[in-house]
Each structure stands twice: as C-alpha cells, then as structure tokens.
C-alpha cells in the first residue's frame, strides 16, 4: 500500500535557481513521514516523541533526483514500507507528477530510545498499525 | 586530497531530540562545498551560478548514518573528488570527530546550464582548479 | 476580511526545547502569504516571482511572541491587509489558538523589481484583487 | 561593547531572487547569539540549554531591513546589549557592510525554564559576564 500527499513547491523550497535545493527534498519527506504517522497508520507523531520518548533516526539513505520541481509545482510525494524488523524500517519514497519520477528514496530507519540511544524494538501497537498499512 | 573543515553543530541544526536533524546534515555539507569552492579550488561559488549561469545539482546520493551529532560539539566535515567526467563530479564527504565517523556520503553531481537545464562540460578553468585539488 | 488557515507545527520547526524555533514562525508566515496568495486574492504566487519578475521584500516587521507553539499542535495562522499603497503593503498577522494569540506580527513590505531593485506600483490586477480582499 | 561576526551569505540563506530570504536573517542572527555566548561572554549555549535546562526565548522582535544581501557576499553581524532584567535582556543587532546598514533589529529576550515554562532570574555567573561584556 501506498501512502501519498501533494505538496506545494514553495519559494522557501527553491534557491537562486528557482528549483528545490535538494536538502529541503528531506524536509518534506519528514513533513510526509510525520503525515504518514498521523493520517495513515494514526500513530500521533509527537507522542511517539515527546512522550513514549522514542525517536526515529534515519541510518541510510539512497537518492536519485531524476528531474527538478519548480516553485508552484503541486507534486506528489509518495511512501511505502517495504520491511519492518523488530526496530528497523525501511521505506521506498519519493516524488512524481503526472506519473513521472522526479525523486526517488530508499531509507533505513531504527527505532531508538533517546534515554539510552540504543535500537529498541517499535512498539507493538505501532507494529500492528504498521503491519496493516504495509497489507492494505 | 581531502578538504576537511570544523562546523559547530548549532541549536537550529537539531531537533526536539537535541540532535542534528537529519536533513539539516545536508544543509551543512552544502555549505562545505561552498566552502571548498571558494577555499580550496579558489572558484567563486556565487559567480559560478549567478555570472556563469551554471548550477551543481545532485543526481545521486548514497549517506550513512553511523553515529549521531549533539548541539555545542564541534565537528569535522570532509570532502574528496573521486571522480571528475565531462560534467559530473562525484565527491565522497563525512563527518567525524576524535577519528571516528558519524555520517559518511557518496554524491554524484552534475554541471547543468540555468538556461537550457541540460548537462554541459565543466568549465576549463575549473576543471583545472579541481584536477589541482584531486592530486594534491 | 481575515485570511485563516491552520498549519501543523512539525519536528522540523521546533528546537532541543520541543517548542518552535523562532525563525520557523516566519517560514509558516511565508507560506501563510504564498497560500493567501494563490487562495484568497488567486494571484499565482511563482508567477508573481517567476514570471513578471517582481518580489516583495519586506521592509519592517514588528513581531511579539506571547505564548510558545509545540510539536503536534494545529494552530491558526490569520493575516489582513491594513493597508494598501502605490507598491506597498501593511499586513497583520498572527497565530493563535481557541481564541488565545500566540504570535502577533505587522509586516510591511514593498513590491520591488528584480531587475532595477527599485520599488515599483502593484500591478493593477493584483491592487484590485486585494482591494477586493480588503472590503471582503 | 559591540561584538561583530562576519558571515558568509550562502546559496541556502537565498530564494529564487537570488537574495537573503527574510527568516533567514534569524537563523544567522541565532547563531550571532551562540557564538556570542561562546565567544564573547563564553558561556556555553548548549550547556546553557540542555544542562541547566534554561532557554532564552524571543518575545518582541522589531525589525528594519534597508539593503538585500546577495549570496557570496561577506557581511558583519553585530551584536549589543542594551538593557540587562532580572530575567530579560535587550539586545540591539543588525546586519551591515563598508558602514553601510543593510538590516536593525531590537530583540527582547527572557530566561525560562524549560521545566516549567515560566520566566527565571539569569544564573548569576552569566549575568556578571554580561555585565562584564555590557561595560567593555
């Protein structure tokens, strides 16, 4: 299953070419990270913060930019969880309009306790949400 | 030859975790090339795309993240050429501190004309300027 | 006649202290621009910038910060114009929640030419389009 | 006193027309304020924050912009402190080049606790430091 949100191409996206500076591709990946977490699997993103005390940080990443987004563009940013260990995630992602690829993303994240910066596993009813979401 | 430069990781690098923001890691090596432009291979980075008209955007980028940063350390970033084309650059860059790496990147570049958003050669002088560098 | 919208106070704008970086309240209030823009007065945004190559830089802000915003929450952005000249702009916004402000901020900005750098008058489709606004 | 930074103004301080974006002004003021802090009263920010567990938020901002800054340009940031509370501080900043103003900011600034969010006496230490820094 495939989660996916249009977001606006804003000017605070875009450097003095007029295109996305490449580092604000990351920005929006987590506001749809964060999206996924609130409207798909319903797993409210700042309790899973601010008061389960877990976080989820990024250990790979791998990108391809294939073509530019412009400012004003409505593009569609899409996620989906390709594994789920006892702590890891891995998500494909990426970017497309009028079904053509502008970015693409493979990451690797780990469930970690910010008490003792170690792996942890997710918790299990983030697991189930997960595991529903991953079969549709 | 590697360009390797001290950045402090700043309260607006990190998030609510009091750690850098993975995206913001991106922001930082982007001010590293900056600076290797205008420090190492002595080419003016904003005569490069506001005189000449070029930009450097990224094709492809492969990152590991391998231990985390903290707001108030003092960290070093480094950056290689590994590979010079017609028109592309591929740089591996890092983090680490005390010898011991905690990010680590591999970023393919690709010199594009503003005006026609097509591949064109690296100018001679620069070409030049990074050959210089690559040997050391 | 008050332009509302509610945006989410994401990971990416707050601190190591949970709350918003403050910074990050004048990127919210860009987008809350950029949105008025192309949903209240329907002029496209990135065709203002982009294409008739003016901007509108802003010359004074007066901002007063009453109550912080954290992650997770869902706040009302509001702007109105308070008044229109030959090519400037009052504006009021703020952001608030069930009727308590957080942010209050006037803003004056000034529609300059990316050419000349000079102030330049509003066009006239976009004048009548906020006048319209103005009255409600 | 005046404590005054030279920045570097970076392709991503700059939006599509080619200059400072505003909010980024703040971000490069904030890291005025930690270096400040480091350099010249050298307290240190991050032990400020996450050690004693105080932050130092904004609660009025007036500022003035007069010039644009252009990406490649160097710029002097500075720094006074006008006025020293039993938990407020009143700094006067700003932005120039060659003597010339480019922006002015006043920023008035309140020790808070981050436990309980209310406003506390700035830690003794810190205030005969700034005191130190406020004679010259």
Redesign the interface.
């Known amino acids: 299953m495939t989660f996916i949100k249009p977001y606006?191409i804003?000017?605070?996206h875009?450097?003095?070419?007029?295109?996305v500076?490449?580092?604000?591709y990351?920005?929006i990946f987590?506001?749809l990270v964060?999206d996924w977490f609130?409207e798909a699997i319903e797993v409210?993103?700042?309790?899973f913060?601010?008061e389960r005390g877990l976080?989820l940080?990024?250990?790979?990443?791998?990108?391809?930019?294939?073509a530019?987004c412009?400012?004003?563009e409505i593009v569609d940013f899409w996620l989906t969880v390709t594994h789920m260990g006892r702590s890891s995630l891995r998500f494909s992602m990426g970017v497309s309009k009028d079904g053509v690829d502008r970015v693409r993303m493979h990451r690797v994240a780990v469930c970690v306790s910010?008490k003792t910066?170690a792996a942890v596993a997710l918790p299990q009813d983030v697991r189930e949400k997960i595991q529903a979401f991953m079969v549709g």
């Open positions: 606006l804003r000017l605070s875009c450097d003095a070419t007029g295109q500076f490449y580092p604000n990351f920005h987590n506001a964060e609130y409210p993103f700042d309790g913060l601010m976080s940080p990024t250990v790979k990443l791998e990108t391809t930019f294939s530019p412009r400012m004003g910010q910066h």
